[in-house]
């Protein structure tokens, strides 16, 4: 099984912010689902299970509103997936843990970045505890190898610990009810990977791009790149 932090290393080098938002494989069950709630343990002493619809929908109100109406709706004329992108994660689950200052992880019971455990609580982390951020391109030769290391033991682990979507209704079909998006349990390197994927689906697809440039009048849509984890 792969350490903490293992994974650390792998979120801080290969992923987005999104990562934040994958789906622990303990939420995905029919209850949850159906109540769109993710909230394991309760969140623990650390933390409350509190609806961040609100939230969710006010950061939204900010964004560019060509790109909100695509991915909320589709482009017109064309049978389209319900984007699980849109307000995310609310499509999947509406509820999750709401963590006290300085804790963190799905269900708080974890330390949050730019934290470190000392007696039973979560202090914030001194200018030499700090993990570095770097662009790929500048690892330096040890960073490189370790980072491939890491790589390699992300394959070989056997705990699914992630859950990610992998099929999205249409909207065609769910004019009645609430949606169902299909989520599988994957390794945290089959998690990074879909990550990416999900992040920047439409980025190598030409049909896609030019049927979203024609209904967001020029935009594309790319949660992925211009961003300090990926050689862009």
């Known amino acids: 099984m792969i350490t903490t932090s293992v994974v650390w290393l792998l979120l801080v080098i290969s992923a987005s912010s999104l990562v934040r938002g994958q789906f622990p494989a303990v939420c995905n069950t029919e209850d949850s689902l159906a109540s769109k709630t993710c909230c394991p343990n309760n969140c623990g002493a650390r933390g409350d299970c509190v609806n961040v619809s609100d939230a969710v929908t006010q950061s939204w109100n900010r964004a560019d509103p060509d790109i909100v109406e695509f991915l909320k709706n589709g482009p017109p004329g064309y049978g389209w997936p319900m984007d699980v992108r849109y307000q995310w994660p609310l499509r999947v689950f509406q509820k999750v843990c709401q963590c006290e200052e300085g804790w963190g992880g799905y269900d708080c019971s974890d330390c949050d970045f730019g934290y470190i455990e000392e007696g039973g609580e979560c202090v914030k982390r001194s200018e030499s505890q700090l993990y570095e951020r770097k662009q790929f391109s500048k690892l330096s030769k040890e960073e490189r190898d370790e980072y491939f290391v890491v790589l390699k033991e992300a394959k070989k682990e056997d705990e699914m610990v992630w859950a990610v979507v992998t099929e999205e209704p249409m ?38 791009k030019n049927i979203i440039k024609n209904a967001t009048h020029g935009s594309e849509i790319d949660f992925a790149h211009e961003f300090s984890g990926f050689i862009t």
Request: net charge negative.
């Open 171 to 208: 909207h065609m079909n769910n004019k009645d009810g609430e949606p169902t998006y299909k989520l599988q349990n994957v390794s945290t390197y089959d998690m990074l990977v879909v990550l990416h994927f999900l992040s920047a689906r439409e980025k190598d697809n030409d049909d896609c």
